[in-house]
């Protein structure tokens, strides 16, 4: 059974610090993994897929970096802005799984102006 | 597009009443999925269908959950009778080919 990891739970920076947040699963055999970002009672919006097949992704001030065969993926957050205080969860794609998302606990992350 | 649509946004309830649950998926997209989501319990995928058929449904916690697809744009959650233990919040989302996935805003169930 795939098991998704995020840590750290919850993370406070000061404006304009780099943002690292890790995401680990137990199961190598993934389609793709996804990030998200969740505002306090919002839904959840797309921020990165990284296809099996890739290394990194990016996106203006967003990287997400997949390292499959240690089951890790990264999300870096360059020159943090009190607006990326949300809750950050990635969530991995099983090969075999006609789609089906199975979800880390997120990181709960604060920007301090 | 306008995104995963999903109705009520928020739904109130007395115990043993039926909830019915809407969802209308991005169009063109063939994978829907219903998720739940709880403080304890985090992100609980219940059902997903694959053009308009349920592929899994193992996530439903019990028979008084239920989830149809009639048609590639329009999908139900129902929960008959509901219990004060069903208060969360309900995602529907959709993908294409089950690549990336795009989520509604939710419906926020209370049940007293």
């Known amino acids: 059974k795939q098991e998704v990891t995020q840590i750290p739970a919850a993370l406070s920076v000061p404006e304009g610090e780099n943002l690292v947040l890790n995401c680990s699963f137990t199961d190598s055999a993934i389609y793709n993994l996804q990030w998200f970002r969740q505002d306090p009672g919002k839904g959840l919006t797309s921020l990165l897929l990284?296809?099996?097949?890739?290394r990194e992704q990016t996106s203006g001030r967003l990287n997400a970096s997949l390292d499959k065969s240690s089951g890790r993926s990264t999300l870096y957050i360059a020159a943090s802005q009190p607006g990326d205080s949300a809750t950050y969860l990635c969530a991995v794609k099983l090969a075999d799984s006609w789609g089906k998302l199975q979800f880390g606990a997120g990181t709960q992350v604060v920007v301090t102006p | 597009d306008a995104g995963v649509i999903q109705s009520p946004r928020h739904e109130v309830t007395e115990m043993g009443q039926e909830v019915t649950l809407r969802c209308k998926p991005i169009?063109?997209?063939?994978?829907l999925f219903w998720y739940r989501q709880t403080m304890m319990r985090g992100l609980e995928l219940l059902i997903y269908f694959n053009n308009n058929v349920p592929i899994d449904d193992s996530g439903m916690p019990e028979d008084r959950f239920s989830a149809k697809m009639p048609n590639a744009s329009f999908s139900t959650l129902k929960i008959q009778p509901s219990e004060p233990r069903d208060s969360a919040v309900y995602f529907c989302?959709?993908?294409?080919?089950?690549?990336?996935?795009?989520f509604g805003q939710g419906t926020r169930l209370t049940v007293v």
């Open positions: 990284i296809q099996s097949s890739q």
């Open positions: 989302a959709s993908s294409f080919q089950g690549d990336e996935a795009f």
């Open positions: 169009s063109g997209h063939n994978s």
